[in-house]
């Protein structure tokens, strides 16, 4: 059986953007989503570094999309979830669940 790889909140997080805008899912848009879920601002670099550890890992796989004039000629770069991504994902989110079932946050503790 294959160990199923442990993922940073960030790799949560970029997962589940590429979840939500299949099959169009690119570096600008995955940042955009994060930012309208979370209200955190994220850096280009801090989702392409992810994108590129994730795309290493098996967990995602990439595909070439149009040229635009916009882009300067440049093609997007879309992204998918693979199984191997799927199960990692589904695993993380459980575990998370398991971890905080029956607690309420009450606030910071002094």
Same mark, same amino acid.
């Given at each position: %059986?294959? &160990? ?5 909140l960030k790799?949560?997080? +970029? @997962?589940? !953007?590429? +979840? ?7 570096g600008?848009?995955i940042?955009?989503?994060?930012? &309208?879920?979370?209200?955190?601002d994220e850096?280009?670099?801090?989702i ?6 994730l =795309?290493?890992?098996? %967990?995602? /796989?990439?595909? =070439?999309g149009e +040229?635009?004039? !916009?882009?300067?000629g ?9 199984? #191997?991504?799927?199960m /990692?994902?589904?695993?993380s989110?459980?575990? +998370?669940?398991? %971890? #905080?079932?029956?607690? =309420?946050? &009450?606030? !910071? @503790?002094?």
């Open positions: %059986m294959t &160990k199923i790889p442990d993922l940073t790799d949560q997080q +970029v @997962l589940l !953007a590429i +979840v939500i805008q299949h099959p169009n899912a690119y600008v848009s940042r955009d989503e994060i930012k &309208k879920r979370t209200e955190r850096s280009f670099g801090s392409y570094a992810v994108l590129e550890r =795309e290493d890992r098996g %967990m995602i /796989a990439s595909r =070439e +040229v635009t004039a !916009a882009r300067g440049r093609k997007k770069q879309y992204y998918t979830i693979t199984s #191997r991504g799927q /990692a994902l589904q695993a989110l459980r575990a +998370v669940d398991a %971890m #905080r079932g029956g607690i =309420e946050v &009450k606030g !910071a @503790l002094a």
